[in-house]
């Protein structure tokens, strides 16, 4: 028997397939420090939101066993869809920052090698110049 689909079905399971679409493709191209545990993480959230969202009736098993007697599942689900986004997207943002820092601290300890490497190239030349001109 099909049952009658809701507003908020399609919105996460279209959201969770976003979700789950783009840490696959992140992990596959290897992006922003992906790891296989991350991807689990990201499979297991997103997808368990999907299956809630179709098959809600899980949700009342798992209600049951909680000890929820009030069918407030749509509103849960919401919820949990939208805390989870925004915590996903805060991660991604937190790693992308730490890499970008990562960067340029390496830029910026390289360049002060390098000046420093350039510095005592010039004192050695200029060293060289005074006991020439000593002699």
Do not use: C
Not at 90 to 110: C, F, G, Y
Request: aromatic share 8%.
């Amino acid at each position: 028997m099909i049952e009658k689909i809701h507003l908020y079905q399609v919105v996460v399971v279209a959201i969770s397939s976003v979700m789950l679409f783009q840490g696959i493709k992140e992990f596959v191209k290897r992006e922003s420090g992906q790891t296989i545990l991350k991807l689990l993480v990201r499979l297991i959230v997103w997808g368990g939101m999907a299956v809630i969202a179709i098959y809600p009736n899980i949700s009342y098993k798992f209600s049951k066993i909680v000890g929820i007697e009030d069918n407030i599942t749509a509103v849960i689900v919401t919820g949990f869809v939208f805390v989870f986004l925004i915590i996903f997207k805060l991660l991604s943002a937190i790693e992308k920052l730490e890499q970008n820092v990562s960067e340029l601290t390496r830029r910026d300890s390289l360049r002060e090698a390098h000046e420093r490497i350039e510095q005592l190239r010039q004192d050695i030349v200029s060293e060289d110049r005074s006991r020439q001109d000593r002699s």
